[in-house]
């Protein structure tokens, strides 16, 4: 079984930078692909970045494109969202997912880390 741990969420100020970390743990095999999603309060979750695991190829929302930046380690079954530029609606509780070999979406996902932009 695979798990997957977020981290780097926190506080901070409209135009303020945060670092967001998903590791994996338990089994090891490459994911197809891995992204980000968030969940504001009183909304549904949406997308925000993936990034495929083999060619590296990123995709982002219209909402962050240019402020986002997701990234990987592959030895270290690590995946990064580079946050820059926060704004007030980039409040949610962040979560990592990775869409395994023979899934046709994700199917694994952590639980989630706390984002907070103040103005």
């Known amino acids: 079984q695979v798990q997957l741990v977020e981290s780097g969420g926190g506080l901070v100020r409209a135009g303020s930078s945060l670092r967001l970390s998903c590791e994996g743990s338990g089994r090891t095999a490459n994911p197809v692909a891995m992204g980000w999603f968030r969940q504001a309060p009183g909304k549904e979750r949406e997308f925000v970045a993936s990034?495929?695991?083999?060619?590296?190829?990123?995709y982002y929302s219209d909402s962050v494109k240019g402020r986002f930046t997701i990234s990987r380690h592959r030895v270290k079954n690590s995946v990064y969202l580079q946050m820059d530029s926060l704004k007030f609606e980039d409040t949610a509780v962040y979560y990592c997912?990775?869409?395994?070999?023979?899934?046709?979406?994700?199917?694994?996902w952590g639980q989630g880390t706390q984002v907070t932009v103040s103005s």
């Open positions: 990034i495929r695991w083999s060619g590296g190829t990123t």
């Open positions: 997912a990775a869409q395994r070999v023979g899934a046709q979406d994700y199917n694994v």
